[in-house]
């Protein structure tokens, strides 16, 4: 089996608006040196030059954006055009998608960028949208990221609400399942979010 390797950074940003936020963005990509960028709940309703070039310490940048409905959502995905050439990008409720093919090693992809909604009716909405797109593209290589708003286990959460019961664990495992993705362990954290209560 061949290792396929993708050096990307996906970070849900909670907006994009202030100065002090897109300099802490800069100074993770600067860190991490990412070929490809995935931010969620960016809040813009544009996106320009201006601001990929706030965010991105390198003059080959090119990006594809989704804008916020309202002030909620927006995704944005950045990537190094001296890397990463990309010949298509769609933005369908939820995700931003690019596929293209990393210049060095020729290797085609399908990157999708979520941010899934919070409601669980509407996520699994997403969840079957995207599969069938996933299931369009069999044995392609392709990576989701994002921001899922769902655990796989109640162990991936702290909550009160958890902890009553009503859990969307089941569709989350079998989107995953059903569609041969791997669950890769985060970095950092071991929550993502939690709320100033702890």
């Not at 990412?34 to 706030?54: G, Y």
């Not at 859990?167 to 079998?174: A, D, L, Q, V």
Request: with cysteine.
């Amino acid at each position: 089996m061949r290792v396929w390797v993708m050096k990307l950074l996906s970070w849900n940003v909670r907006g994009l608006g202030g100065h002090e936020k897109r300099k802490e963005v800069r100074s993770l990509v600067k860190d991490k040196n990412p070929l490809i960028l995935c931010l969620q709940e960016t809040k813009l309703q544009l996106c320009d030059d201006r601001v990929c070039a706030s965010l991105w310490d390198r003059h080959s940048a090119a990006f594809s954006f989704r804008p916020s409905q309202g002030a909620s959502g927006g995704l944005l995905t950045i990537r190094d055009v001296s890397e990463v050439e990309v010949w298509s990008t769609c933005s369908f409720d939820h995700v931003l998608s690019i596929h293209g093919r990393f210049i060095k090693s020729n290797e085609e992809f399908h990157l999708f960028n979520v941010y899934a909604p919070c409601e669980g009716g509407a996520r699994q909405l997403l969840w079957e949208a995207l599969s069938a797109r996933l299931q369009e593209l069999g044995g392609k290589k392709v990576c989701v990221c994002g921001d899922f708003n769902a655990v796989r286990c109640s162990e991936e959460r702290r909550s009160v609400e958890v902890q009553g019961g009503v859990t969307g664990y089941e569709s989350f495992n079998r989107f995953i399942e059903d569609n041969g993705l791997i669950d890769l362990p985060l970095y950092g954290r071991h929550f993502t979010w939690f709320k100033g209560d702890g």
